[in-house]
């Protein structure tokens, strides 16, 4: 229905026009900043959550005092909504939030820093990895988990140390959690409206933002399910992508 709505079909308003021309009309530099922008911050978000991940899941492999309540604090974020969560951070890192404030009391700054809204969505990067992070541990560490010892062990007996058990054992066993975290938190940032909303650059848009300005406030609803296929067949290409070079990855690594 969303594909047949971009060619005319299924309209909410009066003007129905049978053909491509949501298409022409909505292929244009704005979409193109908007897709740049929206690929960009998922991708960093699932790789910047990652290299906070992957650490925390090798850690928490181990036996240690406070091992519960870590596990615990982690999972605060993904019982939090993301409009929830977006105020929160925003508190945090707004231009005179806590953030700003501490540092020009302490004096490491004249004049508060723009952290959020800014234009290269710095604040939605930092609140979409802290959002997102969790997710991944726990797939992480699930998989880790199911990794059986003897594995390290043997490589440990043929003489491989920490960095060689790393490379050749823990991470190729790895590569489906990461490759399972790493679509789930990309797909789901490139479709974020709420924090987007909240602490998003004024311009450009996320393509979500778009794709509701255009439906809602402009009542185009044809060229709002162009930018809902866009949206759809990127974050397939996305995941084929993600697969395709963790295959690499793993070949190479081996």
Do not use: C
């Not at 909410?12 to 911050?41: C, H, K, M, P």
């Not at 990895?129 to 199911?146: D, E, M, R």
């Amino acid at each position: 229905m969303t594909a047949l709505q971009s060619l005319g079909f299924f309209s909410f308003s009066s003007n129905v026009e049978i053909g491509f021309q949501n298409w022409a009309d909505v292929l244009d530099n704005r979409t193109l900043d908007s897709f740049v922008y929206s690929i960009r911050i998922a991708v960093l978000s699932a790789f910047g959550a990652l290299l906070i991940a992957f650490p925390m899941s090798l850690y928490l492999r181990r036996t240690f005092v406070g091992k519960s309540l870590l596990n615990s604090l982690l999972r605060v974020p993904l019982f939090m909504p993301s409009l929830v969560a977006a105020f929160v951070i925003l508190n945090i890192l707004a231009y005179h939030g806590v953030v700003n404030e501490a540092m020009l009391r302490v004096g490491l700054i004249r004049e508060p820093l723009r952290m959020i809204n800014d234009d290269w969505g710095l604040g939605v990067l930092l609140i979409q990895i802290w959002k997102n992070f969790p997710l991944q541990t726990l797939v992480l560490t699930a998989v880790l988990a199911n990794i059986p010892a003897d594995f390290e062990a043997a490589a440990r007996n043929l003489g491989a140390g920490h960095l060689a058990v790393f490379r050749h054992v823990l991470f190729p066993l790895s590569l489906p959690g990461l490759q399972t975290g790493a679509t789930l938190v990309g797909i789901g940032v490139f479709g974020d409206f709420a924090i987007n909303t909240i602490a998003g650059p004024i311009y450009p848009p996320s393509l979500s933002i778009r794709m509701y300005l255009l439906g809602y406030t402009q009542q185009e609803w044809g060229q709002a399910g162009a930018i809902g296929i866009i949206i759809i067949v990127a974050s397939l290409l996305y995941a084929r992508v993600l697969s395709s070079a963790l295959e690499l990855t793993a070949r190479v690594s081996q």
